[in-house]
Nanobody
Framework: QVQLVESGGGLVQAGGSLRLSCTVS????????MGWYRQAPGKQRELVGR???????NYADSLKGRFTISTDNAKNTVYLQMNSLKPEDTAVYYC?????????WGQGTQVTVSS
């Protein structure tokens, strides 16, 4: 069983930045891929971006250039750096881990961007 604990959400003004963290209960070196998703009120959960065990990343087209995923292997943590935030980025952000054919999810952290 893999457990994920997210942190770093909050309220920020448009144009500001936030960094979300997701600490995993197992070595991330054993994980196939990790990612961030988000779900806005009344909308389906959508991909923000993912990073593989080899360090390759991919992002939703609309977020390229503003959001960056990185990892700290020593801390078993994956980060989501969000810059130039917009009100439409307001959502609950979820961390995801894919390991040995199973998906694991964090509890979600709220990000609210005010105009």
């Amino acid at each position: 069983q893999v457990q994920l604990v997210e942190s770093g959400g909050g309220l920020v003004q448009a144009g500001g930045s936030l960094r979300l963290s997701c600490t995993v209960s197992t070595s991330i070196l054993t994980i196939n891929s990790m990612g961030w998703y988000r779900q806005a009120p009344g909308k389906q959960r959508e991909l923000v971006g993912r990073i593989t065990s080899g360090g390759s990343t991919n992002y939703a087209d609309s977020l390229k250039g503003r959001f960056t995923i990185s990892t700290d292997n020593a801390k078993n943590t994956v980060y989501l750096q969000m810059n130039s935030l917009k009100p439409e980025d307001t959502a609950v952000y979820y961390c995801n881990v894919y390991k040995w054919g199973r998906d694991y999810w964090g509890q979600g952290t709220q990000v609210t961007v005010s105009s």
